[in-house]
Structures are given as C-alpha cells and as structure tokens.
C-alpha cells in the first residue's frame, strides 16, 4: 500500500538554526498538506500545496512541493523555542483515498 | 467557540470494560474521522464518515465501533479493552474527504 516517509525522525536545534524536514512518497500525491502538533496539544494545519513545483512562504517557514508530486519539505529558518513539536506531512492515498499521514519529526530547540 | 470537541478528555479504566468516547464539530463540515496516536506519536486513521455513513474503515478490531447520529457527531464505542487501546484519539472534521482536517483536542486513554 501507499507509503509516506519523513525524516529525520527527531532534531535537535540551537535556537536561531535552521531546520528542514522531509516528506516522501512511494506513488504520486495529488496533494500535501502540513502539520504542527505542539506537546499535549493536537494537530493543527499549517498548509497544504497542490501544484507541482510549488513553494509556498509563511513568515519563517518556507514549503516546497516536488516536481514529481512524490516529495515535499518544510524548512524553518532561524528556529525559536515557539517552533518546538512534531510536524507532520500528509497525503492522499491510501486504499480508501484517505490521508495518509507520515510518522513525524519531532523538533526540539535549545534557547 | 470550540470547532471540534471531544469528551472526555482524559479516560482511565480496567482491562475488560467497555467505554465510548464523544466528538461533536460545529464547522458545518460533511466528513469526520478518528485517529489513534500510540506512544510514538504515529497518526493511524481508523474510521471516516461522511454525512452520517461510513466511508473508510481501516483494519481496526472490530471491538471499535463508530456510530454517527448525525454529521455533527461521530462517536467511538470501545468493548473489552485491552492494553494496546491505550493511546490518544483524536477525532477530526473536514469540509470534504481531501480537504484540510480540523483535529479535536485528543481523549487520553489509559487502560489498566
């Protein structure tokens, strides 16, 4: 069945550094959408990106979409302890055209 | 005004009891869903439905059983529970089945 893999599992930052996580996908993906889940908290969504190539902006995160509609990224830039959760990617897929959520990276940063 | 809410919040019980958990969304949405989230954070869909009937039901014991009285609430009746039940379930609604998904603020649940 469709898989979607993210890595790197877990990161660990130096507030002010950069962070990138990374979405792939074994069939293509008619969309991506993201995900914040902060500590005891609930998923929230942050974006979803439907073209290929697609690169979107919100402040300090910077989405891209691949060309193939098979990988994606989130990159942070210059970390702050707010941005501290697990992200999640998420793609259609699925046996029954469900989301098919990929199993996170968990950021964490050092003030 | 809480988009998507789920009671309780919190549940502990023994092995063996029976237990549902309710979720109510008020976004006028079409589709809700359950997840379960195990102790690694992994998100695993387990049911969808859409406008009061089921559209999606993954491999999930058939000791979990969904009942939506209608496409505001979709609640989640668990028999015999046993210690792998225990997790954080989140219910979630979304406009249509591909759209953006709002998540509940998760049931705790501890089984002994």
């Known amino acids: 069945g469709q898989q979607v893999m993210q890595i790197p599992q877990y990161q660990h930052v130096q507030e002010g550094e950069d962070f990138t996580t990374y979405c792939n996908s074994s069939?293509?993906?008619?969309?991506i959408q993201w995900y914040k889940q902060r500590p005891g908290g609930h998923p929230v969504f942050l974006i979803q990106l439907v073209k290929s190539g697609e690169v979107k902006k919100q402040k300090r995160l910077t989405f891209q979409f691949g060309e193939a509609k098979k990988n994606s990224s989130l990159h942070i830039t210059a970390t702050q302890t707010t941005d501290v959760g697990t992200y999640f990617c998420?793609?259609?897929?699925?046996?029954?055209?469900?989301?098919?959520f990929g199993k996170g990276t968990k950021l964490s940063v050092k003030p | 005004d809480t988009a998507v809410s789920q009671t309780p919040k919190y549940l502990v019980t023994q092995m063996g009891n029976d237990k549902s958990i309710k979720c109510e969304q008020n976004l006028g949405h079409d589709t809700m869903y359950w997840y379960k989230q195990d102790s690694k954070k992994f998100l695993k869909i387990m049911f969808s439905?859409?406008?009061?009937?089921?559209?999606i039901n993954e491999t999930v014991p058939n000791r979990f059983s969904p009942k939506s009285p209608d496409k505001a609430h979709l609640n989640l009746h668990i028999n015999s529970l046993e210690l792998g039940d225990s997790a954080v379930y989140f219910c979630?609604?979304?406009?249509?089945?591909?759209?953006?998904?709002?998540f509940g603020p998760g049931t705790r649940l501890l089984v002994l």
């Open positions: 998420a793609g259609l897929g699925g046996s029954q055209g469900n989301l098919i």
């Open positions: 439905y859409n406008n009061k009937e089921l559209i």
């Open positions: 979630a609604s979304s406009q249509y089945s591909l759209e953006t998904q709002y």
């Open positions: 069939t293509t993906l008619s969309n």
